[in-house]
């Protein structure tokens, strides 16, 4: 049998050197955590696209939410705001493993024995894991990955359409860009408020005035939560600490 090489001009890399020279470096200068080292291997056009945008980011604003405004506010508002982000991740990750359990269900009833393959060069990397919420998000960046070949083997075996597939498709899409841009609001919030305290002149969780103060903070945290889609209340927050990638919204 003829090699397909022979007959057909194969990616020898060059889709994940365009995928990383499309994304600015996220700054770590500043990051004096120690991280866990974590290989990983994507082959998805998804999940490449996604792990290079969103991940990095998503540990920048968790290391902001979880250390830096933890040195200076309340931990119980830290504490919900980490379990709103908490939450969007056990969310997406239940709906990747129902996606992948539907998936294999239909392999077996139609008999599919194998799955389809990427003939682009899979993008390995040594990962530097900063947190828990940074090694779930790798998870949920891992389960997406999982998923993709099977939604297209189905395809291509007509057992699901092509409208069904990419239905489903953005919908997880949507909730794993959520969990990124979720955690990306609520550090903007936290540090916006943190700078507004810097110039009323006040200092850590020692020098809030009054009840009422934290009061008005809570309501104003509780309204950004919710924008994100939780129904929690958390009070004021603050650091001095630059912005870390919240200016960029991922589409």
Excluded at 52 to 66: A, C, D, G, P, Y
């Amino acid at each position: 049998m003829s090699d397909i090489h022979q007959i057909v001009k194969m990616d020898q890399g060059g889709v994940n050197d365009r995928i990383l020279a499309k994304e600015s470096k996220a700054d770590f200068r500043r990051i004096e955590a120690a991280s866990v080292k974590m290989p990983t291997c994507f082959t998805s056009a998804e999940s490449k696209r996604f792990f290079v945008r969103l991940f990095n980011t998503l540990q920048l604003n968790m290391h902001f939410i979880s250390v830096i405004a933890r040195t200076r506010l309340d931990h119980d508002d830290i504490v919900k705001v980490e379990g709103s982000i908490r939450a969007k991740l056990d969310a997406v990750n239940e709906s990747l493993n129902s996606a992948i359990d539907g998936a294999e269900a239909l392999f077996k009833a139609h008999g599919i024995t194998s799955v389809a393959t990427y003939d682009t060069v899979a993008l390995s990397v040594d990962v530097g894991v900063l947190s828990s919420f940074g090694r779930r998000f790798l998870e949920v960046l891992g389960k997406l990955d999982q998923l993709m070949p099977l939604l297209q083997t189905l395809e291509i075996h007509e057992v699901i359409t092509a409208q069904a597939v990419d239905i489903q498709r953005a919908s997880l899409k949507r909730q794993v860009r959520d969990v990124a841009n979720g955690a990306r609001n609520l550090a903007t919030g936290l540090r916006r408020r943190m700078n507004a305290m810097g110039e009323r002149g006040e200092g850590g969780r020692e020098s809030v005035p009054a009840p009422a103060a934290n009061v008005q903070a809570s309501g104003v945290l509780a309204q950004e939560l919710e924008a994100t889609g939780d129904d929690a209340s958390v009070s004021s927050a603050t650091d001095t600490m630059e912005p870390v990638d919240a200016a960029v919204v991922v589409k």
